[in-house]
């Protein structure tokens, strides 16, 4: 079936500017994460869904940075005032109920200007 | 705070050579470590190791883990160009009977494997 879906994959914005980052997981799996990864560096937990609720946002840096999942599927990063220190690979991954291996999607790359 | 740290940071080799990649870890009610492969943006999933002493086997892949000294390797045999990747272990704690398990990621290893 399908895999985790992120779009944009890429995006280019100016500092100061809004951006929302979309996640679709695989069809059935009720975990969703979001994981930044900037360059040279590991990946950084950011938040943790189990269905709509967000039980572990311990990881989002600051609160310029917000995320909401609708129907128990999609979710939705949304960066505000976007600052240079942002620039990143965002990665969504997903996870079925009670097996903790989580499958990311490709990404989307953050640039900001 | 929980860690992961890998080593080495980088590695070249020709193909048709043995690596071994490391893992240590300080995972606060550890559960399992995990091991995946990055070769452009999104990760893959490789093996999940839970129980210590017990060699995970995937083609030229293999992995095992120790909890007592809490670090895991990967072992990669008569690697080909193709195996070129950032490899990355990600330990992930209990958390009662749900599915969470946030993954605290190492900085990851680059492998480069030459013709």
């Known amino acids: 079936g399908a895999g985790v879906s992120q779009s944009p994959s890429n995006k280019v914005t100016e500092k100061g500017k809004d951006v929302e980052l979309r996640c679709d997981p695989i069809s059935g799996h009720t975990a969703l994460y979001w994981y930044r990864q900037s360059l040279g560096q590991g990946l950084e937990f950011l938040i943790y869904f189990q269905g709509n609720s967000a039980p572990d946002k311990s990881g989002l840096p600051s609160d310029r940075f917000s995320a909401e999942r609708t129907g128990g599927s999609v979710s939705t990063l949304t960066i505000q005032r976007t600052q240079q220190e942002d620039s990143a690979v965002y990665l969504c991954?997903?996870?079925?109920?009670?097996?903790?291996?989580?499958?990311f999607g490709p990404g989307t790359r953050l640039l900001v200007l | 705070e929980d860690k992961v740290v890998q080593s080495p940071l980088s590695l070249v080799v020709h193909e048709g050579d043995t690596v071994t990649l490391n893992c240590s870890y300080e995972v606060t009610n550890f559960r399992s470590l995990l091991w995946y492969k990055q070769e452009k943006k999104a990760p893959t999933f490789l093996f999940m190791l839970?129980?210590?002493?017990i060699e995970k086997k995937s083609g030229r892949l293999s992995s095992i883990l120790d909890k007592k000294e809490l670090f895991s390797i990967l072992n990669i045999t008569a690697t080909q160009t193709g195996d070129s990747a950032v490899y990355l272990c990600?330990?992930?704690?209990?958390?009662?009977?749900?599915?969470?398990?946030?993954?605290?990621f190492g900085q990851g290893t680059i492998l480069t494997v030459h013709p």
């Open positions: 990600a330990g992930i704690a209990n958390a009662g009977g749900t599915s969470y398990g946030k993954l605290t």
């Open positions: 839970t129980s210590s002493g």
């Open positions: 991954a997903s996870s079925p109920l009670l097996v903790r291996t989580q499958y």
